[in-house]
């Protein structure tokens, strides 16, 4: 089973553009979860979306969005960037939400914002 | 406020030794942890958990100890091996709440040779 998949791994941006990351999770899993990975904070839940529907939120402001696709396939987009949005963004799947379920992580998509 | 913590950034072993990571929570109503390994470059890799119910578990090298009184868990590697040597994080979460997982901030381990 091919494992979960994250594009681009690379991107540089400027202050002020957005960006649109794209996760696409282990065929057959529902459950797509984003984190954000910097040094300083370490890895923090973003939001979690679960049959097309968001359904946790971490504690982000509302320039950071998601939404996923009828195929499970998610992706996340952060408007108006700021440097502080430098990090790499994980993305994570599992079969269910909730439950007793580890996540999968991708490899990442680092993200710079110069 | 860090509701799960690993108060060692790092910690050093000799190969065939016993490596034991720690990881504090100060949420109540966290019922599933689990441990995740990070090499540079890749994302996090299960490893093993454990669910509130359970006080161990255990999977071949490594096992995972659960004091719920003390919200206290702990991952045991043994023998530790230079192939281990990667960041742990701990991750909690509360089963009814989907999958949001609350990560400590990582341990640092280097196993040597």
């Known amino acids: 089973k091919a494992g979960v998949t994250q594009t681009p791994r690379y991107l540089i941006k400027t202050r002020g553009q957005q960006v649109t990351l794209s996760c696409s999770p282990i065929?057959?899993?529902?459950?797509v979860s984003w984190y954000q990975q910097t040094p300083g904070q370490g890895l923090q839940f973003l939001f979690e979306y679960f049959s097309e529907t968001q359904r946790n939120k971490g504690n982000f402001p509302g320039r950071f969005s998601g939404r996923q696709f009828s195929n499970s396939r998610s992706e996340m987009n952060v408007s108006t960037l700021e440097l502080g949005d430098s990090a790499l963004y994980l993305c994570?799947?599992?079969?269910?939400?909730?439950?007793?379920?580890?996540?999968?992580f991708g490899p990442g998509t680092r993200l710079t914002v110069l | 406020d860090q509701q799960v913590k690993q108060n060692s950034p790092s910690l050093s072993v000799q190969e065939g030794r016993i490596s034991i990571l720690n990881c504090d929570y100060t949420?109540?109503?966290?019922?599933?942890f689990l441990w995740y390994k990070k090499y540079p470059a890749e994302g996090p890799t299960f490893l093993i958990s454990?669910?509130?119910?359970?006080d161990k578990n255990e999977d071949g090298r490594f096992t995972v100890f659960l004091n719920k009184s003390a919200k206290h868990l702990s991952l045991h590697i043994v023998p530790s091996q230079p192939g281990d040597s990667a960041v742990y994080f701990c991750?909690?979460?509360?089963?009814?709440?989907?999958?949001?997982?609350?990560f400590g901030p990582g341990t640092r381990l280097s196993v040597l040779p």
């Open positions: 994570a799947s599992s079969p269910t939400s909730g439950g007793a379920n580890e996540q999968f």
């Open positions: 949420n109540s109503m966290f019922d599933y």
């Open positions: 065929s057959g899993h529902r459950s």
């Open positions: 454990i669910s509130s119910i359970k």
């Open positions: 991750a909690a979460s509360e089963r009814n709440y989907g999958q949001n997982f609350v």
